[in-house]
């Protein structure tokens, strides 16, 4: 079983920065990919960036691209988003999954990290 645990969350002002973080523990080995989503009240969850837990590819959404960047801290097996140039609709919970190996399916999630954007 993987375990997941976010940190990092809190309040940012427009144009800042924002670094969140994704504790992994467990079965480390069976995860194949690590996916950051977040979800604003009254809207459906969202994809933000996911990392290849092996490989190390990542990917975007569109709405983070050029903005955000993931990777993976191997001496605390972290998975770290750190987003630049905040906007309000960056607002929301943020979580962390994870996939099995070689699933496109996230199956494992942590509890979430809140993020307020104020301007």
């Known amino acids: 079983q993987v375990h997941l645990l976010e940190s990092g969350g809190g309040l940012v002002q427009v144009g800042g920065s924002l670094r969140l973080s994704c504790a992994v523990s467990g079965r480390i080995w069976s995860i194949y990919r690590v996916g950051w989503f977040r979800q604003a009240p009254g809207k459906e969850r969202e994809f933000v960036a996911r990392i290849n837990w092996s490989l190390g590819n990542t990917f975007y959404g569109d709405s983070v691209k050029g903005r955000t960047a993931i990777s993976i801290n191997t001496a605390s097996d972290t998975v770290e988003l750190l987003m630049n140039s905040l906007k309000p609709e960056d607002a929301g919970a943020y979580y962390c999954?994870?996939?099995?190996?070689?699933?496109?399916?996230?199956?494992?999630w942590g509890q979430g990290t809140q993020v307020t954007v104020s301007s």
């Open positions: 999954a994870a996939s099995p190996k070689y699933s496109e399916e996230y199956d494992t």
